[in-house]
């Protein structure tokens, strides 16, 4: 009992070969979106890669990557065997390769669909990888003159005001680190002195920060120094005040935007996985075709396609008993060797879905 | 003596139909591409008109687009009467407009090239547009309170941020404006009362800048106020801080945005302009070969294509008799004289 068998007349081949053709170069141009939409996702990565403590979250575009390359080359070769499937003497070459072929577009599939489940999984390893980077980031912000550290400054300057956001939680982190480097302390003046022996550190903290963390959308110019003391400024209210600078924490606001880009590349890789899945199917069904007026005498009579020859638990079991024999051809056995050429036999009689078999269908 | 003669032969004619027919698919992508970069400058300038006091002057973008569409058009039916230049009896109903349409073609190519050159003067305009409007944007910085220019503060702090300038011509343009508002002013503090007391307007002024002035570069935490008092600062001199503040002035900044824009969008156009002429003399080619056939009824006879009839300077000559002619004849007759002949 053949799975989901159709009547193929030879005009309904020829209609088929040539919708395939068309759809496999679909294929190959949503490839090279999928290979492209890759690099940018790897590209944005690495823009930010100096916030970012480690590198797992690229698994997403490299994966993405590779299966858009991948899908260019099995999508070109699917072409191929549509345009020699019209011409009887061509397409018997095609025959050892189309299990292979079926076997990598479905494993391009998989990938894709695991490409979309990484990048939901993923989200809390990239949480982790900002917080440790944004940590290191504020800590040596004021190092300009270390090199290797000499660009934190600029980088988190330049992160604060493009994504609209203030230290890792929130603007008090700035509170707990010394951001002003030593060059510029005067360490003769009272007020610097009592604010190094305040903490266990030595460290010249202050209720102040950087200026990237103001918000322009403020009615009143920033204020950045003494924010916890509301009588240094007229008319302040330390509680209150919610536009003078940024509420947003950096960590959250590039989580969002990350998340975000990759949430709308989920429906562009879902519509590829099905346009690969169509192809797959669809190539299938002109193999069968193709192979079953070969076999008959009339060449331009009509044919039955399939997508498998036997149902799907006798296929399975077909599979099973292959496999088995296969290991145990692996062994070195002299007594199994003269039994199991016998058994895998009537099996390969029988089995003319696979590419192996294949070369012997035209004979018998 | 026809200007540039040619010899035609069937096949030559075809194949110069061909050629100047994909060509003005060309010239059609080409007029697109004008009216794009005319919206794309009108919405740039949209964008920063806040920065020019609201009245900077679309006339160029305006005639970008107006120039692409009737490209775009007049391509399109030149494409139309080479594809048919190849059939007789289709060019038959064309040919009687085909000179007019060179002549509107060629004073077409010069409205283009006129636009051309606009492109590269309107940078003068500009440049007093945006210092007028900067400067008044400038004052206007603390009104965030006042409808109407409560967004000017967000506008200027962004467009400093991400044209990295300060002030007008300079950063010392905020020293002599008052940008802090009267409502963050304690009016009883000793130092305020000062300030405001130092000057004719009773103004608030200070030696600061907005905080958007700030060069992320800048090794030290930003300077923005008391910034020509050395002492207020630990190991700071005013006269040789480079990376504190941006040393570029807006104005400038802007003028450089728009001025790169308006220098590609004239070469672009003058691009357009050469190709506009190439399919102009390649049409007047097609259509004096199909008019001078040596035998008017075998189509594989031989002809010759011109640009010009006559030289350049009988061609000239002809011109100013008939608008000599025409300007007689419109004159009223008396006794039935002076009818317009064509010499």
């Known amino acids: 009992m053949r799975l989901l068998k159709m009547k193929f007349t030879q005009q309904r081949q020829v209609r088929l070969a040539q919708g395939l053709w068309l759809l496999s170069w679909l294929a190959v141009m949503c490839g090279i979106f999928v290979f492209f939409l890759g690099l940018y996702l790897k590209a944005e990565l690495l823009r930010r890669a100096e916030v970012m403590d480690n590198s797992e979250i690229h698994v997403v575009p490299n994966i993405l990557m590779m299966v858009g390359l991948a899908s260019i080359g099995t999508n070109w070769v699917a072409s191929r065997v549509c345009q020699d499937s019209l011409d009887m003497s061509r397409f018997p070459r095609w025959k050892a390769f189309l299990l292979a072929w079926f076997v990598v577009a479905t494993l391009l599939c998989f990938l894709l669909l695991t490409v979309v489940v990484l990048s939901y999984a993923l989200q809390g390893s990239l949480e982790e990888s900002l917080k440790v980077g944004l940590r290191n980031g504020i800590r040596f912000y004021k190092d300009t003159d270390v090199p290797g550290r000499c660009f934190q400054k600029e980088t988190i300057d330049h992160l604060q005001m493009e994504f609209r956001c203030c230290g890792n939680n929130n603007f008090r982190d700035w509170f707990e680190v010394q951001w002003v480097s030593n060059r510029y302390l005067d360490f003769t003046s009272k007020d610097i002195k009592d604010r190094i022996r305040s903490n266990v550190d030595g460290r010249y903290l202050l209720d102040g920060v950087p200026f990237s963390c103001c918000n322009p959308a403020s009615p009143r110019p920033c204020l950045q120094y003494r924010l916890t003391d509301n009588s240094a400024h007229h008319s302040y209210d330390y509680q209150s005040e919610e536009l003078n600078l940024y509420n947003r924490g950096c960590r959250k606001a590039l989580i969002d935007y990350y998340m975000g880009l990759m949430n709308s590349t989920g429906p562009g890789v879902l519509s590829v996985i099905l346009i690969q899945m169509s192809v797959v199917l669809s190539l299938r069904y002109l193999q069968t075709a193709v192979e079953g007026s070969l076999a008959l005498e009339d060449p331009e009579g009509d044919s039955e396609g399939y997508i498998l020859e036997k149902g799907l638990k006798e296929t399975f079991e077909d599979l099973k008993v292959k496999v088995l024999t296969f290991l145990k051809f692996g062994q070195v056995d002299p007594s199994t060797a003269q039994d199991s050429p016998e058994a895998s036999d009537p099996e390969k009689a029988s089995d003319n879905t696979t590419g192996k078999a294949a070369s012997t269908t035209p004979a018998s | ?343």
């Open chain 2, 1 to 343: 003596m026809a200007l540039m003669l040619v010899k035609f032969d069937l096949k030559k004619r075809v194949k110069l139909a061909q050629t100047v027919w994909f060509m003005y698919w060309f010239a059609v992508m080409a007029g697109v591409l004008v009216f794009s970069m005319g919206l794309f400058f009108k919405i740039e300038l949209r964008k920063r008109s806040e920065l020019m006091d609201n009245n900077e002057s679309h006339f160029l973008p305006n005639l970008l687009i107006l120039m692409g569409l009737i490209a775009c058009g007049i391509n399109a039916f030149g494409g139309k009467v080479c594809y048919d230049s190849l059939d007789p009896v289709k060019f038959a109903k064309w040919k009687p407009m085909l000179k007019n349409f060179l002549v509107f073609c060629v004073g077409f190519n010069a409205l283009l090239f006129v636009t051309a050159l606009l492109c590269f003067l309107m940078r003068i305009p500009l440049q007093f547009t945006l210092a007028e409007g900067l400067r008044n944007g400038m004052r206007f910085y603390k009104d965030t309170d006042t409808p109407g220019r409560c967004y000017m503060k967000r506008t200027l702090d962004q467009m400093q941020m991400d044209f990295r300038c300060c002030g007008n011509d300079n950063y010392r343009d905020w020293f002599e404006i008052q940008w802090v508002s009267n409502r963050y002013l304690d009016f009883s503090a000793k130092e305020v009362k000062d300030r405001i007391g130092s000057n004719v307007d009773g103004q608030y002024l200070m030696d600061g800048v907005p905080f958007s002035c700030c060069n992320p570069s800048s090794p030290r935490p930003c300077i923005q106020i008391q910034m020509t008092n050395n002492t207020a600062h630990y190991s700071y001199d005013h006269y040789t801080e480079e990376l504190n503040v941006w040393s570029r002035g807006c104005s400038e900044a802007l003028l450089s945005y728009y001025g790169g824009m308006l220098n590609t969008i004239g070469a672009l156009v003058l691009l357009v302009t050469l190709l506009e002429i190439g399919v102009t003399i390649g049409l007047q080619y097609v259509d004096s070969s199909l008019s001078t056939l040596a035998n008017p009824d075998d189509p594989e006879s031989e002809s010759e294509g011109w640009i010009l009839e006559k030289t350049v300077k009988e061609t000239f000559t002809d011109i100013m008799a008939k608008m000599k002619a025409m300007g007689k004849g419109s004159k009223v007759e008396e006794g039935g004289e002076a009818v317009a002949t064509v010499s």
